[in-house]
């Protein structure tokens, strides 16, 4: 299974992900999640946000060309609601090779150079290698009673298994977990109707769900067209039911689809704070209002 490819922003020449129009519905999350997050963490000592995705930093949208900013910028950018504000005290962005490392190295430079700033300039680490190799060390170096943000926007479920889910929350008291569930991306690829070829892919989806539930499902709901929609269904299910032997609260907070009614992936979200919740009912209820007049292409629970 191959990553999307890249290109080269208009803006400034550097490489940038190959983008749908869909992609702006997971970002947005972000933007409307973290100044709410910021302003109830706003006495912690340590506010980290870890972007285990991140990516070149900005993004092109392959239908329009526009260039728009990545989540590790939106993520420098973020700041509390509250006066004087406050943002995170510490980032993390892991990119998967040398050349989204430089690129995106180039664009934080680019925008600590022109604008204002919380996030300490020396409180950004951006390690290149594989998320799942890379995430205990991270947490490692973050005290238990730091608020934690993460954020994983996988592609292929090879690259995240749950072990490295688990790793996040061992140990650490306040971490926020939102995650892109790479339904039609990948799973249903995988999970396919003919038992030789999923067999091929077991070892993946056993070490994706940290479970061989997936199985069972597959068994029961991936046999005719008719039943892809509760198959899943059935999936996103299973693994929130795997988070929330992790986080009290865990949920779908949207599926976003491609034209028509394919669903590229699920927004998910743990927490095992009630205020959290609270944040992300506001977040869903405005975007209902958005889907309704056509500004979001996306399928809410």
Request: aromatic share 8%.
């Amino acid at each position: 299974m191959t990553t999307r490819p890249d290109v080269l922003a208009s803006d400034d020449g550097l490489p940038a992900r190959d983008s749908g129009p869909w992609s702006r519905t997971k970002l947005k999350f972000i933007d409307d999640f973290l100044p709410a997050a910021l302003t109830v963490t706003h006495r912690f000592r340590q506010r980290h946000v870890i972007d285990l995705f991140a990516g070149p930093g900005k993004n092109v949208d392959r239908e329009t060309k526009n260039v728009f900013d990545g989540s590790p910028l939106r993520a420098l950018r973020a700041k509390s609601t509250m006066t004087p504000p406050c943002g995170f005290t510490h980032a993390t962005f892991v990119t998967h090779t040398l050349s989204h490392q430089s690129a995106l190295k180039s664009r934080v430079d680019a925008l600590y150079a022109g604008e204002r700033i919380l996030v300490p300039r020396s409180g950004i680490a951006m390690p290149c290698g594989r998320a799942a190799d890379l995430v205990q060390g991270i947490m490692d170096t973050i005290p238990q009673r730091a608020y934690v943000f993460a954020f994983a926007d996988i592609e292929n479920p090879s690259h995240w298994p749950w072990t490295a889910v688990a790793t996040l929350k061992r140990g650490h008291d306040s971490v926020d977990f939102y995650m892109l569930f790479p339904i039609d991306m990948g799973l249903v690829r995988l999970a396919s109707y003919r038992k030789p070829d999923r067999d091929r892919w077991r070892d993946i989806l056993t070490r994706f769900f940290g479970c061989d539930d997936w199985d069972e499902i597959s068994d029961r709901l991936r046999t005719t067209d008719g039943q892809a929609p509760a198959f899943r269904r059935a999936l996103v299910d299973l693994y929130l039911d795997r988070l929330r032997t992790l986080w009290p609260h865990a949920e779908s907070v949207l599926g976003v689809v491609r034209v028509g009614d394919q669903t590229l992936y699920e927004m998910l979200f743990a927490s095992k704070e009630p205020v959290a919740k609270e944040i992300v009912a506001s977040i869903k209820r405005e975007m209902r209002v958005e889907q309704r007049s056509g500004q979001l292409d996306l399928k809410l629970d």
